[in-house]
């Protein structure tokens, strides 16, 4: 059974960083792609990243753009993703996700707040 388990979540200030941590377990992940959605209080799903888990063809959100950065290691199984130059809009739950390409995000982690204030 996949687990996907976040870690890392917390209240900090605009412009500071925070490092959330994705513990994939249950099965090999190796033709997996592996990422992160958000959602804000009020709204929808929004996706932020995602890797394969090969390493290569990162994609990223237009709003993360060039201040989040995600990553795994294939050794730890773990996938983790940087948030550098955070902004109150960043204010949301983050969930770990795992798939096929061919059949899109299936696992879905619990969730880690991620709250940023002024």
């Known amino acids: 059974q996949v687990q996907l388990v976040e870690s890392g979540g917390g209240s900090v200030q605009a412009g500071d960083s925070l490092k959330l941590s994705c513990a994939a377990s249950?099965?090999?992940?190796?033709?997996?792609?592996m990422g992160w959605f958000r959602q804000a209080p009020g709204k929808g799903r929004q996706f932020v990243a995602s890797i394969k888990w090969t390493g290569d063809s990162t994609y990223y959100g237009d709003s993360v753009k060039g201040r989040f950065t995600i990553s795994r290691d294939t050794a730890k199984n773990t996938v983790d993703l940087q948030l550098n130059s955070l902004k109150p809009e960043d204010t949301a739950v983050y969930y770990c996700v795992a798939g096929l390409v061919a059949t899109g995000f299936q696992y879905w982690g619990q969730g880690t707040q991620v709250t940023v204030s002024s």
């Open positions: 249950g099965r090999t992940f190796s033709n997996y792609v």
